[in-house]
């Protein structure tokens, strides 16, 4: 093992919560390496997917770019439980995000006092929201402000985009049944910002932006942290393991470089920022005599209330001609079934997002059933003339919902895989079924002539929240509201892990506030000497 010259700080993934954290910390000065699982990537060479010519089946491969096939592998306790979707390589899974950037409501943060369910965060919405300023102005947000729900956001950085023509057709539904809708906040530039130029609307983001216009790590914060002459970011370095000093103190990171060769960098502060499933798995392997359960588990949490958004995707047929396929996937967003409604039998509820539903020909050739003629007649009948809303509904967080280490399964270097069990419970299934009839009155109302699609994945979200939850009590926690483990003072979690309950918003922007107001906190400690 080669042994690594002591650095201030060392920083585990370069995604949402990494990327930000190296860019601050280095603009104060902080000596910092980033240890990234995934690649390097040039989005002109590597993101070019969407302009070729047979270019769905041309992104379905660039997919594939975004994994780490050594280390990323899961094992799931049900057969029928999806795995979950990441994105490795230097700016994370926001190499892949939709860059949708709503907040979370005030009332996420309190459901066990309002509704009697889950745990309250130890922080409030109001003390976050100079930090969720602060990153909305990094990204250059695009949105429109002083909205039914956030009247406190009186503007964006950027104006938001018009509603598309498929927007428009469906808004007919929502306008009948009394549902208000607003413009989404998207990390997307309208006009040129910071450098970089305006978003060209080919509507691929979930597969890497080409022209730099969606605000992902990789063009925001990374450069900026690199400018700092302070970080130095080193990707395809798979971390294995933390290990601990005589104190139960967190000292070195043993990780494994492109070429096989093993490394322990030593560093006065940690910060995890691996994700959802990939942190509890680091903390579990990392287990010592001093943290015999796994590093900062004395409260048994790490691991524990996996959530995912229980996210119904659905598409209708219109008799309009719609050509939805065309321009950026969504732009539209509605919260007023957002939170509990005590007429419900079930606790808190679902935001509803406007898209363009099934786009492309190979896509919806695959998706309805048929053969032969009379399915390319379907095909050339409903191509051009579908419209989607996705309802993301907010899941309660419970213990038997889990990341654990397999006892059997080991990867590439050695490190047993993550064993993921997740299931729906009695709430979840209760809001599963109000959603998809919210979904059919709202086409029916708009004039739909048939639904599509209407599917929900178990497991298979995109948005992966829990495992580390930060609390007041290190008996029911892992982490305080700076993100800071109870067990060990100079180790940081910045990532969705250290959510306490997922509400319905993408949850990038949430981690990303939070990961600003933990590294200001770490910045004011350093100096104090507390750390």
Not at 390 to 412: C, F, I, K, Y
Not at 473 to 494: E, I
Request: proline letters at 6%.
């Amino acid at each position: 093992m080669i042994k690594l010259d002591e650095v201030d700080v060392c920083i585990i993934g370069s995604g949402a919560g990494g990327g930000l954290a190296a860019k601050e910390l280095g603009e104060n000065g902080i000596c910092i390496v980033v240890l990234e699982a995934g690649k390097r990537f040039n989005p002109l060479h590597d993101f070019c997917g969407a302009t070729q010519r047979d270019w769905e089946r041309a992104l379905e491969d660039q997919r594939e770019i975004f994994r780490v096939p050594k280390m990323d592998r899961v094992t799931v306790a049900s057969k029928d439980t999806h795995r979950p979707s990441v994105a490795y390589g230097v700016g994370g899974t926001t190499l892949r995000y939709l860059a949708y950037c709503p907040r979370l409501l005030p009332d996420d943060f309190s459901i066990r006092s309002h509704d009697g369910v889950g745990m309250d965060w130890p922080i409030t919405y109001e003390e976050l929201a100079p930090y969720y300023r602060k990153v909305e102005w990094e990204l250059g947000v695009s949105g429109a402000g002083a909205d039914p729900w956030f009247p406190d956001i009186e503007k964006y950085p950027n104006p938001p985009f018009e509603f598309s023509h498929t927007n428009k057709i469906v808004k007919r539904g929502c306008d009948e049944l009394g549902i208000r809708l607003w413009p989404v906040p998207v990390a997307r530039n309208s006009r040129p910002f910071d450098g970089r130029p305006i978003c060209v609307q080919c509507g691929e983001c979930e597969y890497g932006c080409m022209t730099g216009a969606r605000s992902s790590v990789d063009v925001t914060y990374i450069p900026k942290a690199e400018a700092t002459g302070k970080v130095q970011i080193r990707p395809e370095c798979v971390v294995t393991r933390i290990e601990t000093d005589a104190n139960g103190k967190a000292k070195s990171v043993v990780y494994f470089d492109k070429n096989g060769m093993e490394h322990e960098q030593k560093a006065k502060i940690i910060i995890v920022s691996a994700g959802t499933v990939q942190t509890p798995r680091l903390l579990l392997n990392s287990k010592s005599s001093q943290h015999p359960d796994g590093l900062a588990n004395s409260s048994g949490m790490v691991g524990r209330n996996w959530m995912q958004h229980i996210s119904l995707f659905s598409a209708a047929v219109f008799p309009d001609r719609i050509d939805s396929y065309r321009g950026f996937f969504g732009g539209a967003i509605s919260l007023d079934r957002a939170g509990t409604n005590k007429k419900n039998s079930f606790a808190r509820g679902w935001s509803l997002e406007l898209n363009s539903g099934i786009r492309g020909p190979a896509q919806l050739a695959l998706s309805v059933p048929g053969w032969g003629t009379s399915h390319k007649k379907y095909l050339h009948r409903v191509f051009g003339h579908i419209a989607g809303i996705v309802a993301v509904g907010e899941q309660l967080p419970d213990e038997r919902n889990r990341v654990e280490l397999d006892p059997e399964v080991v990867d590439h270097y050695g490190m047993p895989v993550p064993r993921i069990t997740f299931n729906l419970y009695d709430n979840d299934k209760l809001m599963l079924k109000a959603m998809e009839k919210n979904l059919r009155e709202i086409y029916a109302a708009a004039g739909a002539t048939e639904i599509l699609k209407m599917r929900y994945r178990k497991g298979g979200g995109g948005h992966n929240m829990g495992t580390c939850r930060m609390g007041k009590s290190p008996k029911t926690s892992v982490c305080n509201s700076f993100c800071q483990c109870h067990d060990v003072p100079n180790l940081f979690l910045v990532d969705g892990s250290v959510f306490v309950s997922g509400g319905t918003a993408n949850p990038a922007l949430t981690i990303q506030a939070l990961g600003t107001r933990a590294v200001r906190y770490l910045i004011e400690e350093g100096k104090k000497g507390y750390l």
